[in-house]
Protein backbone atom coordinates (compact mmCIF):
# COMPACT_ATOMS: atom_id res chain seq x y z
CA UNK A 1 0.00 0.00 0.00
CA UNK A 2 1.38 3.28 -1.40
CA UNK A 3 1.83 5.68 2.79
CA UNK A 4 -0.46 8.72 2.94
CA UNK A 5 1.86 10.97 5.15
CA UNK A 6 0.54 13.75 7.30
CA UNK A 7 3.24 16.16 8.14
CA UNK A 8 2.30 18.37 10.81
CA UNK A 9 4.53 21.21 13.45
CA UNK A 10 3.76 23.55 15.47
CA UNK A 11 3.28 27.32 15.00
CA UNK A 12 6.60 28.06 16.73
CA UNK A 13 8.00 26.79 13.43
CA UNK A 14 6.90 30.33 11.99
CA UNK A 15 6.41 28.62 8.46
CA UNK A 16 4.81 31.28 5.48
CA UNK A 17 1.22 30.56 5.63
CA UNK A 18 1.08 30.24 1.90
CA UNK A 19 3.61 27.17 2.24
CA UNK A 20 1.42 25.95 5.09
CA UNK A 21 -1.81 26.17 3.01
CA UNK A 22 -0.35 24.95 -0.49
CA UNK A 23 1.25 22.02 1.03
CA UNK A 24 -1.51 21.24 3.99
CA UNK A 25 0.55 21.32 7.15
CA UNK A 26 -0.63 20.31 10.00
CA UNK A 27 -0.43 23.01 12.55
CA UNK A 28 -0.61 23.22 15.87
CA UNK A 29 -0.81 26.56 17.55
CA UNK A 30 0.36 28.09 20.47
CA UNK A 31 -1.62 29.14 23.43
CA UNK A 32 -0.67 32.80 24.51
CA UNK A 33 -2.26 35.30 26.69
CA UNK A 34 -1.14 38.74 26.84
CA UNK A 35 -2.85 41.46 28.79
CA UNK A 36 -6.84 40.16 29.02
CA UNK A 37 -6.31 39.06 25.35
CA UNK A 38 -5.92 35.04 24.83
CA UNK A 39 -5.39 33.53 21.57
CA UNK A 40 -3.69 31.09 19.50
CA UNK A 41 -0.62 32.00 17.78
CA UNK A 42 -1.32 32.63 13.95
CA UNK A 43 -5.25 33.61 14.57
CA UNK A 44 -3.72 37.11 14.72
CA UNK A 45 -1.13 38.74 12.58
CA UNK A 46 2.23 39.26 13.80
CA UNK A 47 2.33 42.82 13.32
CA UNK A 48 -1.12 42.86 15.67
CA UNK A 49 1.01 40.95 18.39
CA UNK A 50 4.18 43.28 17.83
CA UNK A 51 1.79 46.37 18.16
CA UNK A 52 -0.08 44.75 21.53
CA UNK A 53 3.48 43.57 23.13
CA UNK A 54 4.81 47.53 22.44
CA UNK A 55 1.58 48.70 24.49
CA UNK A 56 1.76 46.53 27.08
CA UNK A 57 4.06 46.22 30.88
CA UNK A 58 3.32 42.95 30.99
CA UNK A 59 5.14 39.73 29.11
CA UNK A 60 2.92 37.18 27.40
CA UNK A 61 2.36 33.60 28.85
CA UNK A 62 2.11 30.29 26.50
CA UNK A 63 -0.12 27.64 27.63
CA UNK A 64 1.26 24.01 26.17
CA UNK A 65 -0.72 22.83 23.28
CA UNK A 66 -1.90 19.54 25.60
CA UNK A 67 -2.15 15.40 25.29
CA UNK A 68 -5.65 15.65 24.26
CA UNK A 69 -5.25 17.81 21.48
CA UNK A 70 -2.57 15.45 20.09
CA UNK A 71 -4.73 12.36 20.75
CA UNK A 72 -7.35 14.10 19.16
CA UNK A 73 -5.81 15.13 15.92
CA UNK A 74 -4.13 11.49 15.68
CA UNK A 75 -7.10 10.15 16.25
CA UNK A 76 -8.44 11.83 13.21
CA UNK A 77 -5.51 11.95 10.55
CA UNK A 78 -6.05 7.80 11.48
CA UNK A 79 -9.46 7.89 10.41
CA UNK A 80 -8.59 9.80 7.34
CA UNK A 81 -6.64 6.64 5.84
CA UNK A 82 -3.08 8.38 6.82
CA UNK A 83 -0.69 5.65 7.12
CA UNK A 84 1.87 8.03 8.85
CA UNK A 85 2.17 11.04 10.85
CA UNK A 86 5.18 13.03 11.42
CA UNK A 87 5.21 15.99 13.85
CA UNK A 88 8.21 18.03 14.35
CA UNK A 89 8.40 19.65 17.95
CA UNK A 90 9.21 22.19 19.57
CA UNK A 91 12.32 21.61 21.58
CA UNK A 92 12.44 18.82 24.25
CA UNK A 93 15.11 21.49 26.40
CA UNK A 94 12.58 24.36 26.13
CA UNK A 95 9.22 23.42 25.95
CA UNK A 96 6.99 20.36 26.89
CA UNK A 97 5.38 20.14 23.67
CA UNK A 98 7.38 16.81 22.64
CA UNK A 99 6.46 15.15 26.18
CA UNK A 100 3.01 15.98 25.79
CA UNK A 101 2.91 14.41 21.58
CA UNK A 102 4.77 10.68 22.76
CA UNK A 103 1.82 10.90 25.70
CA UNK A 104 -0.96 11.18 23.38
CA UNK A 105 1.41 8.63 21.00
CA UNK A 106 0.95 6.11 23.50
CA UNK A 107 -2.11 6.72 25.04
CA UNK A 108 -3.47 6.55 21.16
CA UNK A 109 -2.04 2.90 20.53
CA UNK A 110 -3.18 1.68 23.86
CA UNK A 111 -6.93 2.73 23.20
CA UNK A 112 -6.72 1.46 19.14
CA UNK A 113 -3.87 -1.36 19.27
CA UNK A 114 -5.42 -2.65 15.99
CA UNK A 115 -4.03 0.38 14.30
CA UNK A 116 -0.32 -0.34 14.56
CA UNK A 117 -0.25 -2.92 11.86
CA UNK A 118 -0.64 0.41 9.46
CA UNK A 119 -0.11 3.25 10.98
CA UNK A 120 2.94 5.41 12.48
CA UNK A 121 3.33 8.34 14.35
CA UNK A 122 7.04 9.91 14.09
CA UNK A 123 7.95 12.86 16.78
CA UNK A 124 11.09 14.45 15.88
CA UNK A 125 12.16 16.62 18.59
CA UNK A 126 13.62 19.89 16.42
CA UNK A 127 16.20 20.73 19.29
CA UNK A 128 15.67 24.62 17.82
CA UNK A 129 13.27 27.36 17.37
CA UNK A 130 11.12 29.15 14.20
CA UNK A 131 12.55 28.55 10.78
CA UNK A 132 15.73 26.33 11.94
CA UNK A 133 12.93 23.59 12.17
CA UNK A 134 10.78 25.87 10.13
CA UNK A 135 12.89 25.65 7.05
CA UNK A 136 13.12 21.31 6.56
CA UNK A 137 9.60 20.88 7.66
CA UNK A 138 9.07 23.27 4.65
CA UNK A 139 11.68 21.36 2.14
CA UNK A 140 10.20 17.96 3.89
CA UNK A 141 6.58 18.85 2.57
CA UNK A 142 7.95 19.21 -0.78
CA UNK A 143 9.57 16.03 -0.96
CA UNK A 144 6.43 14.30 0.42
CA UNK A 145 5.12 15.70 -2.65
CA UNK A 146 7.16 14.61 -5.16
CA UNK A 147 6.75 11.40 -3.68
CA UNK A 148 9.18 10.83 -1.20
CA UNK A 149 8.68 7.87 1.64
CA UNK A 150 8.20 8.26 5.49
CA UNK A 151 11.48 6.97 6.18
CA UNK A 152 13.22 9.08 4.05
CA UNK A 153 10.82 12.57 5.00
CA UNK A 154 12.08 11.37 8.67
CA UNK A 155 15.66 10.82 8.20
CA UNK A 156 15.97 13.78 6.33
CA UNK A 157 14.12 16.02 8.98
CA UNK A 158 16.16 14.32 11.59
CA UNK A 159 19.61 14.89 9.88
CA UNK A 160 18.62 18.93 9.64
CA UNK A 161 17.41 19.16 13.58
CA UNK A 162 21.17 17.40 14.53
CA UNK A 163 22.65 20.32 12.95
CA UNK A 164 20.29 23.22 13.05
CA UNK A 165 21.85 26.32 14.38
CA UNK A 166 20.52 30.15 15.13
CA UNK A 167 22.82 32.84 15.62
CA UNK A 168 21.24 36.13 16.46
CA UNK A 169 21.25 39.50 17.98
CA UNK A 170 18.51 41.80 19.40
CA UNK A 171 18.57 45.59 18.87
CA UNK A 172 16.62 45.90 22.31
CA UNK A 173 17.19 44.05 25.51
CA UNK A 174 13.94 45.31 27.30
CA UNK A 175 11.96 41.87 25.95
CA UNK A 176 14.72 39.45 27.47
CA UNK A 177 14.97 41.38 30.46
CA UNK A 178 11.51 41.12 30.99
CA UNK A 179 11.17 37.73 29.87
CA UNK A 180 14.38 36.94 32.42
CA UNK A 181 15.97 35.25 29.37
CA UNK A 182 19.39 37.06 30.94
CA UNK A 183 19.03 39.06 34.25
CA UNK A 184 18.01 42.29 34.92
CA UNK A 185 21.14 43.40 35.77
CA UNK A 186 23.04 42.02 32.90
CA UNK A 187 20.15 43.57 30.85
CA UNK A 188 20.54 46.93 32.64
CA UNK A 189 24.45 46.73 32.47
CA UNK A 190 24.40 46.12 28.54
CA UNK A 191 21.39 48.59 28.30
CA UNK A 192 23.97 51.30 29.78
CA UNK A 193 27.57 50.28 27.89
CA UNK A 194 25.84 49.65 24.84
CA UNK A 195 26.67 46.15 24.55
CA UNK A 196 24.36 43.64 22.64
CA UNK A 197 25.11 39.77 23.30
CA UNK A 198 25.09 37.48 20.10
CA UNK A 199 23.41 34.36 20.75
CA UNK A 200 23.33 30.87 20.02
CA UNK A 201 20.92 28.27 20.01
CA UNK A 202 22.02 24.64 19.26
CA UNK A 203 20.23 21.44 20.64
CA UNK A 204 17.60 23.30 22.26
CA UNK A 205 20.26 25.69 24.24
CA UNK A 206 21.43 28.94 23.99
CA UNK A 207 24.66 30.16 24.51
CA UNK A 208 26.29 33.51 24.30
CA UNK A 209 28.82 33.53 21.46
CA UNK A 210 30.52 37.33 22.27
CA UNK A 211 29.13 41.31 22.73
CA UNK A 212 28.72 43.99 20.76
CA UNK A 213 29.29 47.73 21.10
CA UNK A 214 26.20 49.45 19.51
CA UNK A 215 23.43 47.95 17.23
CA UNK A 216 25.16 49.07 13.97
CA UNK A 217 27.88 45.81 14.55
CA UNK A 218 25.29 43.48 14.94
CA UNK A 219 24.54 42.16 11.63
CA UNK A 220 28.68 41.53 10.81
CA UNK A 221 29.08 40.26 14.04
CA UNK A 222 26.49 37.55 12.98
CA UNK A 223 27.87 36.86 9.45
CA UNK A 224 31.10 36.35 11.47
CA UNK A 225 30.02 33.90 13.90
CA UNK A 226 28.26 32.03 11.08
CA UNK A 227 30.62 32.49 8.21
CA UNK A 228 32.88 30.26 11.22
CA UNK A 229 30.21 27.30 11.84
CA UNK A 230 28.45 26.92 8.67
CA UNK A 231 28.75 24.13 6.41
CA UNK A 232 30.16 25.96 3.07
CA UNK A 233 27.37 25.88 0.29
CA UNK A 234 25.26 24.69 2.94
CA UNK A 235 21.63 26.27 3.00
CA UNK A 236 20.68 29.18 4.99
CA UNK A 237 17.83 31.53 5.81
CA UNK A 238 17.20 35.00 7.63
CA UNK A 239 14.96 35.32 10.79
CA UNK A 240 13.76 38.71 11.70
CA UNK A 241 10.65 40.02 13.40
CA UNK A 242 9.45 44.16 12.91
CA UNK A 243 12.27 44.77 11.14
CA UNK A 244 12.10 44.00 7.50
CA UNK A 245 14.86 46.90 6.55
CA UNK A 246 17.43 44.94 8.77
CA UNK A 247 16.12 41.86 7.60
CA UNK A 248 17.58 42.95 4.09
CA UNK A 249 20.62 44.52 5.29
CA UNK A 250 21.59 41.38 6.90
CA UNK A 251 20.75 39.09 3.47
CA UNK A 252 22.76 41.91 1.46
CA UNK A 253 26.04 41.17 3.57
CA UNK A 254 25.34 37.27 3.60
CA UNK A 255 25.38 37.35 0.00
CA UNK A 256 27.98 39.51 -0.31
CA UNK A 257 30.21 37.34 2.67
CA UNK A 258 28.73 33.50 1.28
CA UNK A 259 28.70 34.18 -2.05
CA UNK A 260 24.85 33.09 -2.54
CA UNK A 261 21.82 34.38 -1.23
CA UNK A 262 19.00 32.97 1.54
CA UNK A 263 16.59 30.07 1.37
CA UNK A 264 14.38 31.51 2.92
CA UNK A 265 13.02 34.71 4.90
CA UNK A 266 11.52 33.71 8.51
CA UNK A 267 9.56 36.21 10.36
CA UNK A 268 9.12 35.39 13.66
CA UNK A 269 5.99 35.01 15.11
CA UNK A 270 4.25 35.87 19.08
CA UNK A 271 5.49 32.94 21.10
CA UNK A 272 9.31 33.21 20.27
CA UNK A 273 9.05 36.82 19.97
CA UNK A 274 7.63 37.11 23.16
CA UNK A 275 10.85 35.68 24.79
CA UNK A 276 13.38 37.86 22.29
CA UNK A 277 11.16 41.10 21.39
CA UNK A 278 10.33 41.82 18.09
CA UNK A 279 13.66 43.92 17.14
CA UNK A 280 15.51 40.14 16.22
CA UNK A 281 17.31 39.55 13.58
CA UNK A 282 19.32 36.17 12.75
CA UNK A 283 20.49 33.31 10.91
CA UNK A 284 19.73 29.88 10.75
CA UNK A 285 22.56 27.70 9.44
CA UNK A 286 23.39 23.68 9.53
CA UNK A 287 26.33 23.71 11.34
CA UNK A 288 29.49 21.96 10.47
CA UNK A 289 29.91 20.65 14.36
CA UNK A 290 29.11 17.12 14.44
CA UNK A 291 26.23 16.82 16.84
Not at 28 to 50: G, L, Q, W
Not at 192 to 217: A, E, H
Not at 253 to 278: D, L
Request: aromatic letters at 12%; hydrophobic letters at 35%; a negative charge.
Amino acid sequence: MKPKIKLITDSASDIPREIEQEYSIGMFKVHMTIDDFEFDERDISNEEFYERIKNSDNMPTHAQITPFEFAQSFKKYYDEGFTDIIYVSLPKRGSNTNFSANIAKNEFFESHPEAEAGFKIHIIDSGNYTGAYGYPVCQAAKKIAKGASPAEVVAYIQDWADYAEIIFGCYSLEYVKRSARVSAAAAFAGEVLGLRPIIKIKDGISYTLSKVRGTRNIIPKIIEHAQADMTPKSPYCILYGNNPEQADELEREAVKKFGYPPEMRFQIGPAIASNVGPQTIGLTIRSKLMP
